[in-house]
């Protein structure tokens, strides 16, 4: 008798795989077959793996778990982005959002937006997630579960659907929770899986300045959004508090060795109100971004409600933009997606439980 720990079915690679089969007396090419059927077409259950033979399938699933996303809703928005709820098998929930980008000289975009953690510690003044504190983080099955189960709810419409872009911009702070994000972009680059190019994916953190330096170093490959939303301490302090611990100095300093590293652009996101959103903060942020390698996206916030936070009129985010540009700031607007249907993180999620009186802190 074999007596084996149980493995995340998503969260494994094709050695381990190997591993398992030549563990549990199987034929290796078992491996290959079962890791398509996960990575590739996205099964959700092992009823659907029709090549392997019913003997073979409950041996393998006496060990390897399948824990499909159970979709408690999804919303869709009329300019087609769709917003996801899912409960993972412990009851917890997280948020998903698709966007689909239609493009006539190349081919379309899919941008998944996923979460690495089910709430977040960090707390930034705007964020919905944040409001509700800390509850775990995602494993790499869960992370790479969300575009897996993305992917085949809508092949249930078009066949031929593909994820081609990937941002870590959900419910969490990705850095925090940085091995497994880091194993979960590693699985969905794979070829014979989602393969997503690493130049398609990007972490989005809120200045997690060793982690930021580190992923410079592990993987040079894969895009990076810095959430700045001010250039003063004081300011930066009071909306994304991780600047109480990393600090502008230190983060800036991160960012420069990060584009020595690894040559890339980082894109600084800036969240706009209708306090911040004027000429002192868009002079700081020229001096503060002058000769950085690097593009600023502005954001104009996301109202949520018990943020006091307001949305600035379309003049004051033209001028900061000027401001920008004049400055020799490479600016864009976040094309907004989704605004119809609360596409901001964590709004969802915090909606369903007020709506379902479940109380916020007790799942
Ligand atoms: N924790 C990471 C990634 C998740 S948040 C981070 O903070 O970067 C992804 C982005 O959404 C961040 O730039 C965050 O500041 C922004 N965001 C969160 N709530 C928002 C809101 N209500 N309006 C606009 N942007 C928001
Ligand atoms: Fe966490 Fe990012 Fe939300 Fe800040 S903005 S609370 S870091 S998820």
């Known amino acids: 008798m074999i007596s084996m720990e149980t493995y995340d079915l998503r ?145 249930q419409e078009d066949p031929e659907f593909q994820v081609t872009n990937v941002v870590f911009m959900g419910m969490g702070e990705p850095l925090l929770n940085y091995e497994q994000v880091l194993q979960a972009i590693m699985l969905m680059n794979h070829e014979r899986g989602l393969n997503i190019g690493m130049r398609r994916m990007t972490v989005s953190t809120s200045g997690v300045v060793p982690r930021i330096l580190q992923l410079a170093k592990d993987n040079p490959q894969v895009g990076l959004a810095v959430s700045l939303h001010a250039a003063d301490d004081t300011t930066r302090s009071q909306l994304v508090p991780m600047n109480r611990k990393y600090p502008l100095a230190q983060l800036m300093e991160s960012c420069r060795e990060y584009s020595r590293i690894t040559h890339r652009r980082i894109t600084f996101e800036v969240a706009l109100t209708a306090d911040n959103a004027n000429q002192t903060q868009a002079e700081a942020f020229v001096r503060l971004l002058k000769g950085q390698l690097g593009h600023v996206n502005l954001i104009p916030v996301n109202p949520v409600a018990g943020t006091g936070l307001e949305r600035p009129d379309l003049e004051k985010l033209k001028k900061f933009a000027h401001v920008l540009e004049v400055g020799g700031i490479s600016v864009s607007w976040r094309e907004e997606k989704g605004t119809d249907i609360d596409a901001a993180c964590g709004q969802l999620r915090r909606q369903w439980r007020v709506g379902n009186n479940e109380p916020i802190d007790s799942i």
């Open 11 to 155: 969260g494994c690679n094709e050695e381990a795989l190997i591993q398992v089969c030549q563990e549990l007396g199987l034929k290796r090419f078992r491996a290959a077959q079962l890791f398509q059927w996960v990575q590739q077409k996205a099964v959700r259950s092992w009823s659907e793996i029709s090549n392997i033979g019913k003997e073979d399938r409950s041996v393998l699933s006496a060990h390897l778990q399948l824990h499909p996303l159970e979709r408690i809703k999804e919303q869709r928005s009329a300019d087609g982005t769709r917003k996801y709820l899912f409960r993972l098998h412990d009851g917890e929930m997280i948020e998903c959002v698709l966007m689909d980008y239609v493009r006539e000289q190349s081919r379309d975009r899919h941008t998944v937006c996923v979460s690495t953690q089910v709430g977040c510690a960090v707390g930034c003044a705007f964020c919905a997630t944040g409001m509700e504190g800390f509850r775990r983080n995602l494993t790499m099955g869960e992370i790479l579960g969300q575009v897996l189960d993305i992917t085949y709810f809508v092949r």
